[in-house]
């Protein structure tokens, strides 16, 4: 069904994303009665919708694919009247209540409370080639995809604390791990560091950029451009199965920043421990507001947390 267009339509809960977190804010939301509307985003299902295999979500031994568990979750939303549309919310207005979005641009709907579970991107290099294989060789989440890679050779990009964490990560599965960093030096803690430093099977590549992917079957190698001395460039061939990307994360706060507290991240700022945002009756749940974890597991508790909490806020207006 699509947003209704050029009518102000009032709903107690409106859920925003449909990833893990906001298809459980709308299982838990429906369950107490909150007729929930989940305003899904352009990518219904998040990111978990470009992953392959999910091996490490409670409750599938055998694995599940990414598309078909949020499919599931969809179904365990709406079976309890939860409604899910299409659209993104394009404009917010969260002064005060009863709170008013605007969907795509046009359609107005009043809330008396929100759930914010828009999630997170993860930034690519835009390179031709890693567009290619999305999905075959390349990946923005260790946790996720690293399991594919066992024995193999992978490379991470990036100088941070997750480019880090991932490397270390993938070092303990797969036979070697190169940590592509384009500056001379590493950006992450230096606990971190000293991680990847003392692993045997990490070789940092300092001042190398990517240029290419390639590979019959997926990636089987990656073209990198080496800085040599002050002006001179040399390119560099490393065979690698896997490439992951670590240079990053946006979260999707934007439409929300004149009236949500972010950090300069632009993560939401939450109270320790709940979805409560600094607006009454606004809740934030999944990787809009967590920077460490960004897993489906905790984005899906958290969005659980966000529905009990607009369910006690609804509770106590009334
Ligand atoms: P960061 O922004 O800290 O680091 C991004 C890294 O990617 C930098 O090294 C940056 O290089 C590199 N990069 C960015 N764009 C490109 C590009 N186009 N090509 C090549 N390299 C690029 O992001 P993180 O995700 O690592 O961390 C985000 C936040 O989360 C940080 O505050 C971090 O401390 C925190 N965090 C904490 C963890 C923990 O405590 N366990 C774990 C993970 C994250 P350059 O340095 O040259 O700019």
């Not at 606004?282 to 489906?296: I, L, T």
């Amino acid at each position: 069904m699509n947003v209704k267009e050029n009518t102000i339509e009032k709903v107690k809960c409106l859920i925003i994303g449909s990833g893990p977190a906001g298809y459980t804010a709308g299982i838990y939301a429906s369950r107490a009665n909150l007729n929930p509307v989940i305003i899904e985003g352009l990518q219904p299902g998040g990111q978990l919708t470009t992953t392959t295999e999910i091996d490490n979500f409670p409750g599938y031994p055998k694995g599940i694919s990414g598309p078909v568990m949020m499919g599931e979750l969809k179904k365990q939303a709406e079976r309890f009247g939860c409604d899910c549309r299409w659209g993104i919310v394009s404009k917010s207005n969260l002064e005060q209540r009863p709170f008013r979005l605007t969907i795509d641009g046009k359609t107005e709907i009043e809330a008396e409370s929100v759930i914010i579970a828009t999630g997170a991107t993860a930034k690519y290099l835009g390179l031709e080639s890693e567009e290619k294989y999305k999905g075959s060789g390349v990946s923005a989440c260790a946790t996720c995809d690293g399991f594919f890679y066992r024995g193999k050779n992978v490379a991470v990009v990036g100088g941070g604390d997750t480019a880090c964490e991932e490397a270390s990560y993938l070092a303990g599965l797969c036979k070697k791990v190169y940590l592509i960093v384009r500056k001379d030096y590493l950006r992450a803690s230096k606990a971190m560091q000293e991680r990847v430093f003392n692993t045997q099977n990490i070789e940092v590549l300092f001042e190398h950029n990517t240029k290419e992917l390639s590979g019959e079957n997926g990636v089987e190698a990656c073209t990198l451009i080496k800085k040599a001395g002050t002006s001179m460039e040399q390119e560099v061939k490393i065979d690698i199965d896997g490439f992951f990307l670590a240079i990053g994360h946006h979260p999707n706060s934007d439409v929300f920043k004149k009236y949500i507290d972010t950090d300069e991240q632009g993560y939401i700022i939450t109270q320790a421990g709940t979805p409560i945002t600094n607006v009454k009756g606004v809740f934030a749940c999944g990787d809009v507001q967590d920077p460490n974890y960004r897993q489906a597991i905790t984005s899906a508790a958290s969005g659980c947390q966000a529905a009990i909490e607009a369910e006690r806020y609804l509770a106590e207006l009334n």
